[in-house]
């Protein structure tokens, strides 16, 4: 027997794959996987510009000349500044290219006030 207050409620059917698609294009997640990908290939670039280019014009100026492989000791405690300063110059170019592009890419025309 019905209930005869019960209200037949009409649920959409929406496929999984259309309800994905839905969700990918709602959140441009292919637009942002495609980002991470050239976010990638990009720093890889850059570190290698950084590692073969501008290191080996530095390193001379700097006393020792290995100073990536600079260590400093603390009883057992081993504290590698030098790579860490390495990671610190490479962070840096990394940040200042992107900016510059960012710059380059995203300029927008100044509102001139009348």
Do not use: C, H, R
């Not at 990918?24 to 290698?48: D, N, Q």
């Not at 504290?79 to 995203?106: E, R």
């Amino acid at each position: 027997m019905k209930n005869k207050f019960a209200k037949k409620i009409k649920i959409p059917k929406i496929s999984v794959m259309q309800e994905f698609k839905e969700f990918l294009k709602e959140y441009k997640v292919v637009a942002l996987a495609i980002a991470f990908i050239m976010g990638v290939a990009a720093t890889s670039l850059i570190k290698s510009l950084v590692d073969n280019i501008i290191m080996p014009i530095i390193t001379p100026f700097i006393p020792g000349g290995a100073w990536q492989e600079a260590v400093f000791n603390i009883g057992p405690i081993v504290l590698k500044w030098g790579a860490f300063l390495a990671g610190v110059i490479n962070f840096v170019i990394i940040f200042f290219v992107i900016f510059l592009m960012a710059k380059w890419i995203l300029k927008e025309d100044k509102v001139l006030k009348k």
